[in-house]
């Protein structure tokens, strides 16, 4: 109990000479495994999500709270999803998704919210993994809305399309480079040996195959 009291200190505490012992503190706190403590844990790492706390204090007690994926920490979590600070908005979308109380239908919305507006790639990555996780445990467990959990399945599925887009686009420059580049060598030809002619017309026909039919 002593070293469950100097951890807690030590999380609302913040001292220039021993800036990480903050964030060190939420990260011990989460490894506790005795059940007869975690809800005094859970209600103190839910206070570290204020503001009054460093970012990396924030982030991990996020961190801490998925897992022990206590309800209690639902709203707190919800509302971490607009801190300032990116990796807090990726650790609190993180958490959610690992919530099995009825009560985490209400992180629906603001998840969906999260995935379609957040700068950050990373968090946008987490609230997809997340909203999966919480449409389908509401789905399976009769929670929330028939309507929100569309929306949900739609917005993961949006964004899938969207990822699988950007990387298509990024796929297809690649290649109109690599033939910018044969173009080139084939107005160079003269210099080649019949070899190297060979291997740039092999090339050539790859690429002509990997962007596939002119439609």
Known sequence: MAKLDELIADLHESRADDPD????????????????LRARIVTELIKALGGKHQALTRAHAAEALGAFADAQAIPALIASLNDPY????????????????????????????????????????????????????????????????????????R??????????????????????????LKKRSHYLSGEEKLALAHAEEKIRVRKGPIV
Do not use: W
Not at 25 to 31: E, N, Q, S, V
Not at 93 to 117: F, N, S, W
Not at 159 to 184: G, H, P, V, W, Y
């Open 21 to 36: 012992r903050q964030f060190n503190a939420a990260i011990a706190l989460g490894t506790i495994s005795d059940a007869s």
């Open 86 to 157: 990116q990796l807090v908005r990726s650790y609190a979308a993180r958490a959610l998704g690992k919530m099995r109380d009825r009560e985490i239908a209400k992180a629906i919305e603001p998840l969906v919210h999260q995935l379609e507006t957040d700068r950050f790639f990373g968090a946008r990555a987490e609230a997809a993994e997340a909203l999966g996780n919480v449409a389908k445990l509401c789905e399976d467990m009769g929670y929330g809305d028939a309507k929100l959990l569309e929306k949900a399945r739609a917005t993961v599925e």
């Open 159 to 184: 964004d899938d399309l969207a990822k699988l887009k950007t990387s298509d686009e990024r796929f297809q420059r690649m290649l109109n480079e690599m033939d910018a580049s044969i173009e080139r």
